[in-house]
């Protein structure tokens, strides 16, 4: 199976987006409270990294390179990962009767581990000669 090389750099731009989203929930229960242009700041963060996404997915070259289906499956597998858990922390972090500072963290925790791993598979096969 092949697969563009721009599609790799957007989706490792993606996965760098979803690490910055799983730090996000832990900081963001912490200072939210006493900084309130925290939120201002990561929608900055975001803009930027899709600004930057955009352009380097113009420069990237259209080189065609080769994974596998097991790779793949890989990949899809921690997405889906990723929106389960992401989906399941925004419900218990509501829920009154649990603590909230442990759900974010343990959320934030396995959604930022997902999104390493989400990275390393996508620098692998970008340097992947």
Do not use: C, W
């Not at 989203?21 to 242009?37: C, E, K, L, R, W």
């Not at 499956?73 to 997405?79: A, D, V």
């Not at 990962?81 to 963290?105: G, R």
């Amino acid at each position: 199976m092949n697969i563009y090389r721009k599609s790799l750099v957007i989706q490792l731009i993606m996965f760098i987006v979803f690490l910055i989203m799983g730090a996000n929930i832990i900081i963001q229960h912490y200072v939210s409270d006493t900084f309130p242009a925290y939120n201002f700041i990561i929608l900055g963060v975001l803009v930027l990294f899709g600004v930057f996404g955009f352009l380097l997915y113009k420069n990237s070259s259209d080189q065609i390179l080769p994974i596998t289906e097991q790779i793949m499956k890989t990949l899809k597998g921690i997405l889906y990962a990723y929106l389960f858990v992401y989906i399941l922390e925004m419900i218990l972090s509501n829920m009154e009767q649990l603590p909230t500072d442990i759900v974010k963290i343990g959320f934030g925790s396995v959604l930022m581990i997902l999104a390493i791993a989400g990275i390393y598979i996508q620098t692998r096969l970008l340097t992947h000669k």
